[in-house]
């Protein structure tokens, strides 16, 4: 065998050793948790790369507007073994395995600050209009209550419309994570003056878990077995806490 050859045959195995050590998710941009811009991709994908790194995998992260994102992770013929940061729900679970928690997030409502509103129940919104964004999981109350029709809500395609539809007085209250909510008063140029008429309501809805959403496949399964293990080998809170 020519050394040219031995050459050409040891690149090829090289290379797909290199290939077969990448796993590619789908995301959103999402920050301060997930974007294209943030560095490191942001606080979510910073976990999820370092838990996959721990396993000695490179993780290519795309990003997406969410419902093609999770619609891309769901395609079986698609390169994706899965999607994140997701938030658990019944409904998802049924087409997907979710990993075990990569971090959560204070889930609530953003107010106007001249029209606060205060509640105790769920019950004692079913009169107000709130705004949500398109396809977003929120809490399995909040859904059930928004599926069955107790719940009015308007829906949007991000949270930043949501903020300024609050700002505006056209509706009352939006779903929103409280980092999400301070991350995009402070970045996002088309909300100045927002954060001198919008707040968070002083209840939370809850503090969501954080999960990667992995198929329903063999490829899924090993995948998100692969992600528990490198999650176990590193400090989740302390990369959420420093990059937050």
């Known amino acids: 065998m020519s050394r040219i050859l031995v ?3 040891g690149f090829c195995l090289a290379f797909s050793v290199s290939a077969g050590e990448k796993v590619f998710l789908t995301s959103l941009e999402w920050p301060p948790y997930a974007g294209r811009s943030l560095p490191e991709g942001g606080a979510s994908v910073a976990v999820a790369k370092a838990a996959f790194a721990a396993e000695g995998y490179d993780l290519v992260v795309d990003f997406l507007p969410w419902s093609r994102a999770v619609n891309e992770a769901k395609d079986p013929s698609s390169k994706y073994s899965g999607y994140f940061p997701e ?3 019944k409904g998802v679970e049924a087409e997907f395995v979710f990993s075990q928690e990569m971090g959560s997030g204070p889930l609530g409502f953003i107010q106007n600050t001249s029209n606060p509103v205060t509640w105790n129940s769920l019950d004692d ?20 209550r928004v599926a069955s029709g107790q719940q009015k ?13 609050v700002a505006g007085g056209r509706i009352p209250l939006a779903v929103i994570d409280q980092n999400v909510f301070q991350y995009l008063l402070k970045t996002d140029k088309s909300l100045k003056g927002a954060s001198a008429k919008v707040e968070m309501n002083a209840k939370l809805l809850e503090d969501k878990k954080l ?16 992600f528990n293990r490198g999650l176990s080998k590193i400090n989740v809170d302390e990369i959420m806490k420093k990059y937050l």
Do not use: E, H
């Open 153 to 165: 809500t308007q829906a949007v395609t991000s949270d930043a419309i949501n903020v300024r539809k």
């Open 211 to 226: 999960f990667v959403c992995f198929k329903k496949t063999s490829d899924g399964k090993n995948m998100a077995d692969i």
């Open 7 to 9: 050459a050409v045959l």
């Open 87 to 89: 938030y658990y729900s």
């Open 125 to 144: 919104l079913s009169n107000q209009i709130i705004g949500v964004v398109q396809d977003y999981v929120n809490t399995d109350d909040f859904d059930a």
